[in-house]
Each structure stands twice: as structure tokens, then as C-alpha cells.
Nanobody, 125 residues
Framework: LQFVESGGDLVEPGGSLRLSCAAS????????LGWFRQVPGKEREAVSC????????DYQDSVKGRFTISRDNAKGMVYLQMNNLKPEDTAVYYC???????????????????WGQGTQVIVSS
């Protein structure tokens, strides 16, 4: 299983972006998917996750109400819709997968074993 992220860009505060992550090499049916982000000099942090069927999601408190994660197993895609972006959302965003044949997901980095290369999001005026 491999991932390629896309959609990162420079956007003004209050703007929106949609990140996409395309999977290849395996189906996503039994994998929890997550989005993480990292700022230089800081540890990577979990942003959001989604269970294998797409019904269960979880979000870091700072993005609740602004970000929405979704997935399309048939297409092998996971998305992160980011609205009302703030300068503190600036980071490299990574999608990741962890084998988890359960309906829920967890914002625990150690549970994710497959990672994309990252896409840069810059929120600045």
C-alpha cells in the first residue's frame, strides 16, 4: 500500500483547501485512515482519522468544525476538506493508514504504518 498526497497550497486566512490522498497497491477496506501534520521543529500531530467504513471519524480539538475527513474505498481515496483556515494550520500534511478491521479509528500515530510523502499547506496573507 502506498499513498500520494496532493492539494497543498498557499491560501489566505479564512480560505479553504481540499487535500487528497490516492492509494495504490492494496484496497483500503480494512484500514483506518488518518491525516497528520508537522511543523518544522515540532512533533507530528494527528489531525483527523476515519474508520474503515467511513462512518466513524475523530478530530483534533483545534480543527473540529472546520475540517472534514472523508474516504472513497472504491476509488482508493481519502480527503481532508479544510475550511476557515488559520495561520496555525500551516504545516506539511501527511495521510496515513493503519490496518484496523474495526469501525472506529484512533488519533494515535503509532497505529499508522503506511505514510505518504506529505503536502505543504501555508496559510498566510
Amino acid at each position: 500500500l502506498q499513498f500520494v498526497e496532493s492539494g497543498g497550497d498557499l491560501v489566505e486566512p479564512g480560505g479553504s483547501l481540499r487535500l487528497s490522498c490516492a492509494a495504490s497497491g492494496a484496497t483500503l477496506d480494512t484500514w483506518a485512515l488518518g491525516w497528520f501534520r508537522q511543523v518544522p521543529g515540532k512533533e507530528r500531530e494527528a489531525v483527523s482519522c476515519i474508520g474503515m467504513r467511513g462512518r466513524n471519524t475523530d478530530y483534533q480539538d483545534s480543527v473540529k468544525g472546520r475540517f472534514t475527513i472523508s474516504r472513497d474505498n472504491a476509488k482508493g481515496m481519502v480527503y481532508l476538506q479544510m475550511n476557515n483556515l488559520k495561520p496555525e494550520d500551516t504545516a506539511v500534511y501527511y495521510c496515513a493508514a493503519g490496518w484496523r478491521p474495526l469501525l472506529d479509528c484512533a488519533l494515535i500515530e503509532a497505529q499508522y504504518t503506511v505514510w505518504g510523502q506529505g503536502t505543504q499547506v501555508i496559510v498566510s496573507s
